[in-house]
C-alpha cells in the first residue's frame, strides 16, 4: 500500500467563539429545567466564522490543543513562582539584626 498524502499533513484547527444562545456553557435553562444546548452540542463552542455548530469532534481537537497549552503556561508559572520562593528565601536569610548595642 502506498501512501498517498505527503508526510505528515496536519489538520488545521478550526476557528471557535463561544457559544452565544447559552453564553460558553453548554446549558441552557428554560423555565423549569436545565437543557443541553442544542446549538453547540454543549460543547459552549461555535464555529468563529459561520457562528454555526461545529462536529463535536472538531470542537475537541481545538479545546485539547487549547487545554495543553494552558496546562503548559501553568507548569511553566508555576517553575517561575517556585523560582522566585526560593529567591525570596535567600535573599531573607542575610543581614537579620546586625547591629550591636553597646549600653554605654
Ligand atoms: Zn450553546
Not at 505528515?8 to 437543557?35: A, P, S, W
Not at 464555529?47 to 469532534?57: A, M, Q, R, S
Request: with cysteine; hydrophobic share 30%; proline share 2%.
Amino acid at each position: 500500500m502506498k501512501k498517498s498524502h505527503g508526510p505528515d499533513f496536519r489538520r488545521k484547527l478550526k476557528f471557535i467563539v463561544e457559544c452565544n444562545v447559552c453564553r460558553g456553557t453548554g446549558i441552557y435553562t428554560g423555565v423549569f429545567h436545565q437543557m443541553t444546548c442544542e446549538n453547540c452540542h454543549a460543547s459552549g463552542w461555535v464555529c468563529g466564522e459561520t457562528l454555526k455548530t461545529l462536529p463535536l469532534i472538531d470542537v475537541v481537537q481545538v479545546l485539547n490543543a487549547r487545554l495543553r497549552e494552558a496546562l503548559g503556561e501553568i507548569a511553566k508559572f508555576n517553575r517561575a513562582v517556585g523560582g522566585a520562593h526560593q529567591q525570596y528565601e535567600q535573599n531573607n536569610r542575610r543581614g537579620a539584626g546586625g547591629s550591636n548595642y553597646t549600653g554605654d
